[in-house]
């Protein structure tokens, strides 16, 4: 990865930042609360809502300078030296707890913004929460993204109705975790440690750097596929012999046992971008990025 320059152009020019170029409000916290109808990008359907158990591991970005002072998605301004957040899905603003799994360091960001939409990140960060989480030299990071509660004063999701969008339909099963058809998230992990305490109602922004679990020898992959029939991951298995170290991998989660197929695991960040350009060019539109 490129240092400076490169870091700036990795986080803004590849979709990776979400704010607008309307006016901005006054103030960083004038925006609204809002979940959001399902939308589309390059081709891709996202379905936001609300998900209080959501817990996803993959690689984070940040988007700084060309988007300070910008409109968010929910109306707020940008401000690349606050701790916020675009996620493609979560209800706007919400908090996340973000933990950098190669040094362990935690931060609680709000989330107030869409994208990422670079294929393979899960969210992108402020410049900020980028320097606390020690990653912004570096310009990506894998990382566990936790719920952490609404932000206080947030209206009820009742008060924000979300229109149907169409659904494609596909030839393998929905990945946990992934938004119904778009199939561009990452797979949840219980790997990790346990949780965050959820809250049941408000809670505050918390600016400490706390020191959470580090998974430093946690290896990436793309995984192209989940499938509680494993004859199916076999088929999808043998298509993809040509392209890499091809396995499937059992994994119970709520109840279910799926057979994922995943190639790798890749060297780093760089290696696994490649690769799923590659994927997703042989036609597997819903590969993604995972970290476990």
Same mark, same amino acid.
């Given at each position: 990865?490129?240092?400076?320059?490169?870091? @700036?152009?990795?986080?803004?020019?590849?979709?990776?930042?979400? $704010?607008?170029?309307?006016?901005?409000?006054?103030?960083?916290?004038?925006?609204?609360?809002?979940?959001?109808?399902?939308? !589309?990008?390059?081709?891709?359907?996202?379905?936001?809502?609300?998900?209080?158990?959501?817990?996803?591991?993959?690689? $984070?970005?940040?988007?700084?300078?060309?988007?300070?002072?910008?409109?968010?998605?929910?109306?707020?301004?940008?401000?690349?030296?606050?701790?916020?957040?675009?996620?493609?899905?979560?209800?706007?603003?919400?908090?996340?707890?973000?933990?950098? @799994?190669?040094?362990?360091?935690?931060?609680?960001?709000?989330?107030?913004?869409?994208?990422?939409?670079?294929?393979?990140?899960?969210?992108?960060?402020?410049?900020?929460?980028?320097?606390?989480?020690?990653?912004?030299?570096?310009?990506?990071?894998?990382?566990?993204?936790?719920?952490?509660?609404?932000?206080?004063?947030?209206?009820?999701?009742?008060?924000?109705?979300?229109?149907?969008?169409?659904?494609?339909?596909?030839?393998?099963?929905?990945?946990?975790?992934?938004?119904?058809?778009?199939?561009?998230?990452?797979?949840?992990? $219980?790997?990790?440690?346990?949780?965050?305490?959820?809250?049941?109602?408000?809670?505050?922004?918390?600016?400490?750097?706390?020191?959470?679990?580090?998974?430093?020898?946690?290896?990436?992959?793309? !995984?192209?596929?989940?499938?509680?029939?494993?004859?199916?991951?076999?088929?999808?298995?043998?298509?993809?012999?040509?392209?890499?170290?091809?396995?499937?991998?059992?994994?119970?989660?709520?109840?279910?046992?799926?057979?994922?197929?995943?190639?790798?695991?890749?060297?780093?960040?760089?290696?696994?971008?490649?690769?799923?350009?590659?994927?997703?060019?042989?036609?597997?539109?819903?590969?993604?990025?995972?970290?476990?």
């Amino acid at each position: 990865m490129v240092r400076t320059i490169s870091v @700036l152009m990795v986080s803004a020019l590849g979709l990776a930042a979400c $704010a607008t170029t309307e006016e901005a409000p006054t103030g960083p916290r004038d925006g609204h609360y809002k979940v959001g109808s399902p939308y !589309q990008i390059k081709g891709v359907w996202y379905y936001p809502k609300e998900e209080p158990g959501y817990d996803e591991t993959g690689i $984070a970005s940040w988007y700084g300078e060309p988007f300070h002072g910008r409109k968010t998605a929910n109306g707020e301004r940008y401000d690349m030296n606050l701790l916020t957040a675009a996620h493609r899905t979560l209800p706007l603003p919400s908090f996340v707890e973000v933990t950098n @799994l190669e040094n362990g360091k935690q931060v609680r960001l709000r989330v107030n913004d869409r994208g990422p939409y670079s294929r393979g990140r899960i969210i992108d960060v402020s410049k900020r929460a980028a320097e606390l989480l020690g990653f912004k030299h570096n310009g990506v990071a894998k990382v566990r993204v936790q719920y952490a509660g609404k932000v206080k004063g947030s209206r009820p999701t009742s008060e924000v109705p979300a229109m149907a969008a169409p659904v494609a339909s596909v030839s393998v099963e929905p990945l946990p975790g992934s938004n119904t058809g778009a199939k561009d998230g990452a797979v949840r992990t $219980a790997s990790l440690g346990p949780a965050i305490p959820m809250t049941d109602g408000s809670v505050e922004a918390d600016d400490t750097v706390k020191q959470g679990q580090a998974s430093p020898n946690a290896q990436i992959w793309i !995984q192209t596929g989940a499938f509680e029939n494993r004859g199916f991951a076999q088929r999808q298995a043998s298509k993809l012999g040509g392209s890499g170290n091809v396995s499937i991998s059992a994994k119970v989660q709520d109840g279910r046992t799926l057979h994922r197929v995943r190639i790798g695991p890749l060297a780093d960040v760089g290696a696994a971008d490649a690769k799923l350009d590659q994927v997703i060019g042989l036609g597997y539109n819903g590969a993604q990025i995972v970290v476990d």
